[in-house]
């Protein structure tokens, strides 16, 4: 029965180091100025020589009549009460920026807190795996159900200011937000994906940073796919395919025949295609040339009006096909299927 009291004693002391000690330390973290404000940019990875926007916040201090100081480098660029947001230009490529920001509560209580800036940046650009022609000066676009690879040009410096090589940078690629781990890592600079059978946008995102981590930067773009084009050229015996011109949708024939050749623009390369002619709605079949990319058109001195017609189709890729068509005035033409040399 003596004992009693002491066991009350000791319950209470255990009680108190399970329930009083916890609130102890949160009190501590509260009061540690590190953790009574906040600071915020957008972007959160600023190219170099951009603008950034700051916001300090604080679930401790009402912000709107406390003296808030920022500072660039050191030097004071704006100072008055609720004053919780600020704008700011990022220095030059490998330059690094220091954002400060101070609070004077009212209460008295002055908090600090600093942010540093290493400006870096990074390119994307994109190739699709589909065919142009020769000396053709554009970009081959990306087809629906087609190829593309991404590569990433990073340009970050290290702190003596030496340009990091792109195959010692770390890089986290994502597709419409799925981040790609089996596609990210080290030297990982390049990305290529291939599109479904639905027609939409594809957004690819990198994020690079350097082993230290104190140089990252990020890009994003969006990859639309396009419809498959087919243009027709005149093929000169002389001077064989006039790509600097194409066929327009009417035209008139003047001399006794005309050879067309058809192109396709922006299908995958290395697929099967088929190639349909038709003459007036008629199959055109045995004008081709061998590989279908071609016909023969003759006139037999009668005036007329002939429309032909081309459609072609990927056997390898379903939804990818094109069509054109053109009005040939000519005093007639004859249909002689003849075969191109």
Same mark, same amino acid.
């Given at each position: ?94 330059? !690094? /920026?220091?954002?400060? $920001? ?11 807190? +600093?942010? &540093? @800036? ?107 796919? !396009? /419809?498959?084009?087919? $243009? ?11 790509? +600097?011109? &194409? @066929? ?94």
């Amino acid at each position: 029965m003596r004992s009693a009291p002491k066991q009350r004693i000791l319950y209470f002391l255990i009680f108190g180091l399970f329930f009083f000690v916890p609130f102890l330390g949160v009190s501590a973290d509260i009061i540690n100025p590190e953790n009574s404000i906040s600071l915020s940019i957008q972007p959160t990875t600023p190219e170099p020589s951009s603008q950034v926007d700051a916001i300090v916040e604080s679930y401790l201090f009402d912000l709107n009549k406390s003296k808030i100081s920022w500072t660039i480098n050191g030097s004071l660029k704006q100072t008055g009460i609720g004053k919780t947001a600020f704008s700011f230009t990022t220095g030059a490529l490998g330059k !690094t /920026t220091t954002l400060g $920001v101070a609070v004077d509560a009212p209460d008295g209580t002055h908090v600090e807190k +600093e942010l &540093s @800036l290493q400006s870096a940046n990074v390119d994307l650009a994109w190739q699709a795996y589909s065919y142009t022609p020769p000396f053709y000066e554009g970009k081959s676009l990306f087809p629906v159900q087609g190829t593309v690879k991404v590569v990433a040009l990073p340009d970050l410096v290290d702190g003596n200011g030496v340009p990091i090589a792109s195959d010692k940078l770390i890089y986290k690629w994502t597709q419409d937000g799925e981040i790609l781990g089996d596609n990210s890592g080290y030297g990982q600079n390049n990305y290529a994906f291939s599109g479904d059978i639905f027609s939409r946008p594809v957004t690819i995102k990198v994020e690079v940073s350097s082993l230290s981590g104190n140089q990252t930067a990020e890009k994003t773009i969006v990859i639309s796919p !396009t /419809t498959p084009q087919t $243009v027709l050229y005149e093929d000169d015996p002389l001077f064989g395919i006039k790509y +600097e011109r &194409s @066929l327009p949708a009417s035209f008139s024939l003047t001399n006794p025949e005309i050879k067309i050749n058809a192109v396709p623009y922006f299908f995958n390369i290395n697929n099967s295609l088929t190639y349909s002619w038709d003459m007036n709605g008629n199959p055109f079949t045995d004008g081709q040339s061998a590989d279908g990319k071609s016909v023969i058109l003759r006139q037999n001195g009668q005036t007329g009006t002939a429309l032909i017609s081309l459609s072609i189709k990927n056997n390898d890729s379903f939804l990818q096909s094109a069509g054109v068509e053109s009005s040939i005035l000519l005093p007639t033409i004859t249909p002689t299927n003849a075969v191109t040399p």
